[in-house]
């Protein structure tokens, strides 16, 4: 069974150490997809506006680094919204990606892949294809079907809940740079006792399919992963694809039994276009082509007179080029655009982006209006309490536009026991709490107020949405000018976010999590 990346062992040590170019570009699209560097520091994930366009491949949304969406997270995501709004910019990009590049994106541009490939270079015995692994192969079709189609339509067609199934109770991708990749800054830690027995569950799958990787080949990828699923169903139709040389072919079966994945013949359903099998070819008939130009060729040609691989070194299929054929000048110019391209991303989405430059100016947030931030509040009825976000502070006045062009005004409540609520109609149980909310607001009537505050950049017409699931409360959408999520301490990436004010406006309680109607109950008496 052959290596995808092994190298013949010819040449100096350090020529069959240096890594293969598939590699390098595995490696390369990590980095582009999770340019925000900055998040890791901060323990935050970046929420500008380019979040809204997919990437290619697999990659989560709540990476503290991804500065772009997960295709698969945005499939489910339409679907659960699929009652009131088609969605497709979603199905427009999904095929684009799919017509295009098909499964060259999970062989070539999807970091999942190469996570799972370095696990499988772990030195241990190793479980090879067979006509088990082939059907399993089927199971992502299924995984497809029901955990990232059925169940978010389901949820959303009939409860108009946003359940991303696949990415709530499977995803190791969501677990290990998600969650995982948010917990592992200090300053996160406080989140700790949120999790509950679904993180549990989903962190032993993550295990699970991590030790699988480490003795099977591309394991999440061949048998459980619903983007390679949508992907291969494009493969054959896909504008970059192995192809065969039918004049050349003797049908002698070697690149199918070389390949790792579970192919019935080059460029179907499973292949993932690495270019692996080209090694394995003794005809020199396999090519991986972008419509009429040739990516790789054999070490002979193409009959077409398309040169060999066309940049030095040793490539991704164990074929040493001799420099036949060779293109330095595009070679260059092609490594120096990449290189350009990553150091605008990271210099862009670090530093130079307007929402990463906002929170920077403005760690603890801002005040819309009214007293700033740490700023001491003077006077008898005061008590010299400091403007903040701790228990015991006072939080900072400001006037929040409401969705029906009212306004909200915290001074306006003092007298009132105050609850601020931040929430998103993606956010699953910040949707199950609003009636929580409303029926708390009008048990007690004119001792209490309710703002709830939607994350910027909202998927969907708020106040549409809030209509037809029967919730009044004043709300705001929160924005990068008014930085309401800043005056709690809140963050968009972990919600829901309550904050509970006393009749004088001291913050009583400040937590991330969901709340319930015996909680609400119980605070209102010790605070009224």
């Not at 892949?113 to 006509?131: A, C, D, H, M």
Request: glycine share 10%; proline share 5%; net charge positive.
């Amino acid at each position: 069974m052959g290596n995808t990346d092994r190298k013949k062992n010819t040449g100096t040590r350090p020529e069959r150490l240096r890594p293969s170019k598939r590699k390098l570009i595995q490696l390369y699209s990590a980095f582009l997809y999770n340019a925000h560097l900055k998040g890791f520091i901060d323990g935050e994930i970046y929420t500008g506006k380019a979040k809204a366009v997919c990437v290619p491949g697999l990659n989560c949304y709540s990476c503290p680094g991804a500065v772009g969406s997960c295709p698969l997270g945005a499939i489910q995501n339409a679907l659960a919204y699929s009652g009131h709004r088609a969605g497709w910019y979603v199905l427009g990009m999904i095929m684009l990606f799919g017509l295009t590049l098909g499964r060259t994106i999970c062989g070539w541009l999807c970091p999942m892949g190469l996570i799972q490939e370095l696990l499988y270079r772990i030195p241990t015995p190793k479980i090879r294809k067979s006509r088990v692994t082939g059907v399993l192969s089927w199971l992502k079709y299924v995984v497809l079907a029901v955990f990232a189609v059925v169940i978010p339509l389901w949820y959303g067609i009939r409860h108009d809940l946003p359940v991303p199934a696949f990415c709530k109770y499977i995803c190791p991708a969501g677990t290990f740079e998600g969650t995982v990749g948010l917990l592992a800054n200090s300053g996160n830690a406080g989140y700790f006792s949120m999790l509950k027995i679904l993180f549990a569950r989903k962190f032993v799958i993550m295990l699970v399919i991590g030790l699988a990787c480490i003795f099977c080949y591309r394991s999440f990828c061949r048998f459980l992963c619903p983007l390679g699923a949508i992907y291969g169903l494009f493969n054959r139709l896909a504008l970059v694809s192995m192809k065969v040389d039918e004049e050349r072919c003797n049908s002698c079966g070697a690149c199918v039994r070389t390949c790792r994945m579970d192919v019935r013949r080059v460029g179907d359903h499973e292949c993932i276009n690495c270019a692996g099998c080209m090694s394995s070819c003794s005809r020199n008939a396999l090519s991986l082509r972008a419509g009429t130009h040739t990516i790789i060729a054999p070490a002979c040609g193409c009959r077409d007179g398309q040169p060999a691989v066309t940049d030095t070194g040793v490539t991704d299929t164990g074929v040493t080029d001799t420099g036949a054929g060779k293109q330095p000048g595009y070679g260059r110019i092609s490594r120096g655009a990449a290189l350009g391209v990553l150091c605008f991303a990271l210099l862009w989405f670090n530093f130079s982006d307007p929402s990463v430059r906002k929170a920077g100016d403005s760690p603890a947030g801002t005040a819309a209006a009214g007293t700033a931030a740490g700023e001491k509040i003077t006077g008898a009825a005061a008590g010299e309490k400091t403007a903040g976000t701790a228990a015991g502070d006072r939080m900072a006045d400001f006037t929040a536009e409401l969705t029906d062009g009212t306004s909200f005004r915290l001074s306006d409540q003092r007298g009132k026991v105050v609850i601020i609520n931040m929430w998103a109609t993606w956010c699953e149980p910040c949707v199950k709490e609003l009636p929580v909310l409303q029926d708390f607001l009008q048990a007690h009537g004119e001792d209490a107020a309710v703002l709830i505050i939607h994350a910027s950049d909202p998927l969907e017409d708020v106040p549409a949405y809030l209509d037809k699931i029967g919730i009044s409360l004043p709300c705001a959408i929160d924005s990068m000018d008014e930085d309401l999520y800043g005056l709690s301490g809140a963050s968009p990436s972990v919600l829901p976010h309550t904050v509970i004010l006393n009749r004088e406006g001291e913050i009583v309680y400040n937590e991330t999590g969901s709340i319930t109607k015996e909680f609400l109950d119980e605070l209102f008496e010790k605070v009224r």
